[in-house]
Each structure stands twice: as structure tokens, then as C-alpha cells.
């Protein structure tokens, strides 16, 4: 079992930037495909940003430009998101699985229970 906690999100003026991190404990292997998601008030939860497990990203066309994906260690992993828009607001959700591209969010195992972001 994996438990993952996301942290850094908060309120924000449009322009501006969050660092939002995923902290992984219990089993964890650094081959995981890491995923960032979100989900609006209304809408169905939408990904964001994956890395695989050889370093590959991709970015929803919304936010390519805009955000990175990294990994920090073996497993935990950040989205640097800059020039925010209010239509980025949402709950930020972190997930993690040994998965082979293509991907999808329906795949992942291991879920966070996200974080908030606000952008005014």
C-alpha cells in the first residue's frame, strides 16, 4: 500500500504561482508513473501533468507553458504552476501506479486526497 499526501496549495492572484508537492510513504518504488489531476466544483476530475518512469512528461493542453512536473526523489514529485488563471482553480489530486503509456487516471491505485487551489 501506498499513501500519498499533496501540499502548497492555497489562494492566489491570477498571474501568479503555487509549488504544489506529493509526499509518498508505505511501499513506494521509484519506476512509478506519477500523475497530477484536478477537479472544479461541478466538473469531473481532469488530469493535468504525468511523469513516467524513464523522466517523460505531458501536459494537458490547458496548462503546457504554463506548468512542470518533476520529480524530487525516488517517488515524490512537484507541479510548478506559474500565471495562474481562475480557471485553474480546483482540488489538485497526486496519484501514483506502475503504469505503461499510455495512461489514463481510471488506472492509478494510489490517490491522495488532494489539496486546494484558489486563483482570483
Known amino acids: 500500500q501506498v499513501q500519498l499526501v499533496e501540499s502548497g496549495g492555497g489562494s492566489v492572484q491570477a498571474g501568479g504561482s503555487l509549488r504544489l508537492s506529493c509526499a509518498a510513504s508505505g511501499y513506494t518504488d521509484s519506476r512509478y508513473c506519477m500523475g497530477w489531476f484536478r477537479q472544479a466544483p461541478g466538473k469531473e476530475r481532469e488530469g493535468v501533468a504525468g511523469l513516467d518512469g524513464d523522466g517523460s512528461t505531458s501536459y494537458a493542453d490547458s496548462v503546457k507553458g504554463r506548468f512542470t512536473i518533476s520529480r524530487d526523489n525516488a517517488v515524490n514529485v512537484t507541479l510548478q504552476m506559474n500565471d495562474l488563471k481562475p480557471e485553474d482553480s480546483a482540488v489538485y489530486y497526486c496519484?501514483?501506479?506502475?503504469?505503461?503509456?499510455?495512461?489514463?487516471?481510471?488506472?492509478?491505485?494510489?490517490w491522495g486526497q488532494g489539496t486546494q487551489v484558489t486563483v482570483s
Open positions: 496519484a501514483a501506479d506502475l503504469l505503461r503509456p499510455p495512461w489514463s487516471q481510471a488506472q492509478f491505485r494510489y
